[in-house]
């Protein structure tokens, strides 16, 4: 009976092992090499998290659009940087080492890109930025490019609308001192401002606050005693809006402009009727059908989103997610010199927000919209052109 036992259970143990090998064979590991990989990293949370939100909902809608390059699926790997420019740093270096990434979208958020940027040039990973306008975010690194116009042309664009529209002589700046794109974009207006006027003095003060703060009354107290004619105001658009928001309570009526980061929901929602007015430079407005690819865009985010309205971040997500399978595309590989290259080498691709060529430096030379808040609305003004 023992012996009968024993090979009773020896017979179960051989048909164990057999099911296993059999189910192994059965069920391989999936192959990373049938999937190519893009990384993003976006703030999802903090501070900047509704600009980072609105750059997704663009490189996703790209992506359910085109889902595959050189016959493989694209997955998309969306991290979190959290609005800090240590976690920034570390998304990236998360995308690189771990996910094995072949290119990269992001950041929302000057400074959140700058962060990042060694990590990208070192491991030689390009990467597209949506909307990061200070210049210091392509600026040396080979690996960076970007699909949105840089601060040295916005703050021209606004200098010459205070002059030229509304007649400033004078102006003063309230910017976000802790935010690289805030005092970047404050530097070029005052530049061109001074320079339109002749008069070093024209900016007659500039005030500084830092990110998350809330009470604007001293600076502001401040701009009005010196009067100016116009005030301009880089920066994050929920203290950009509370900032305005502020200055009426205080009895101040001078005219307030900023630069692109104000087209967000948030900023209308929280600035209600105070905002009213404010003019700002801005990337992309639906009313422009500037490609064939545009029409696409706007009738997937009118599926998608029904009854709201594109941002112009958003425009430019989709875009950056374009140009990178343009790229691979056209390198015929996933290799990262050959698509840097390839990126590099991008003449009138015909994105959402327009078309895209870029310059030596990695820079899109892209026309600006200006906009203002009517009826709780942001609405077109104008377009000036980038020559």
Known sequence: MKRVF?????????????????????????????VIKIGVFE???????????????????????????LGKKVELVIVDNKSDKAEAANAAIRLIEKEKVTAIIGSWGSSLSMAAGAPIEENKVPTVGASCTNPLVTKDNDYYFRVCFIDPFQGTVMARYAYNNLGAKKAAIIQ????????????????????????????????????????????????????????FAPGNFTESAMIVKQARTLGIETPFIGGDTWETDEF??????????????????????????????LD????????RQPAAVTALGYDAY???????????????????????????????????TLDENGDAIKDAVIKTVKDGKFTYMDTVKAN
Not at 46 to 68: D, F, Q, R, T, W
Not at 185 to 194: D, Q, R, S
Not at 335 to 353: N, Q
Request: with cysteine.
């Open 268 to 297: 209308i929602q929280v600035g209600g009727d105070a905002v009213e007015g404010v003019v700002f430079s801005t990337f992309f407005d639906p009313s422009a059908a500037l490609t064939p690819e545009t029409k696409v865009f």
């Open 176 to 231: 976000e001192l802790s935010n690289d794109y805030a005092v970047g974009l404050a530097n070029f207006f005052k530049e061109e401002f001074v320079k339109l006027t002749g008069d070093p003095n024209a900016v007659v003060e500039i005030a500084n606050y830092q990110t998350n703060d809330t009470d604007f009354t001293a600076q502001l107290t401040n701009i009005k005693g010196k009067n100016p004619d116009v005030i």
């Open 6 to 34: 024993t090979i009773v259970l020896c017979i179960l143990l051989a048909m164990t092992m057999a099911a296993g090998c059999s189910s192994q064979a059965a069920a391989p590991a999936a192959n990373d090499q049938d």
């Open 322 to 356: 374009l140009l990178i399978l343009d790229a691979i595309e056209r390198s015929g590989t996933t290799d990262s010199v050959a698509v840097r290259d390839a990126i590099a080498a991008t003449k009138d691709f015909p994105g959402a927000a327009g078309p895209i």
């Open 43 to 69: 703030p999802l949370t903090g501070a900047n998290a509704a600009g980072g939100e609105l750059e997704v909902e663009g490189i996703k809608l790209a992506n359910e659009l085109y889902p595959e390059v």
């Open 300 to 307: 997937a985010y009118a599926k998608a989103y029904p009854n």
